[in-house]
């Protein structure tokens, strides 16, 4: 599928989020959404998520709940791979 989102908010520094659909509003929507925020540690806790709604939902429910969720757990896992390969800021 191709989608075309739009940015709800970007602030560098904390959370990147959009909305992408599929054809009309509210038939198959999605809010993609990435956190940053500091831990009691004083580490970074990097957060990432998606919402989905509209009256497709439940359709996709089996490729979501699969192949989406799967490739959000893969990337997930790289970017902390390579973000913990870098040497430390502090």
């Known amino acids: 599928m191709t989608f075309r989102p739009v940015v709800l908010r970007h ?39 998606e919402h989905f709604y509209g009256v497709f939902v439940p359709l996709f429910r089996s490729a979501l709940d699969g192949q989406t969720k799967n490739g959000f757990e893969a990337m997930n896992l790289a970017l902390k791979r390579r973000l913990e390969a870098q040497p430390s800021s502090r």
Do not use: I, N, V
């Open 11 to 49: 602030d560098t520094c904390s959370e990147f989020r959009w909305k992408g659909r599929l054809l009309l509003p509210g038939l198959f929507d999605g809010e993609h959404y990435f956190t940053l925020s500091q831990a009691a540690d004083g580490s970074t806790l990097f957060t990432h998520g």
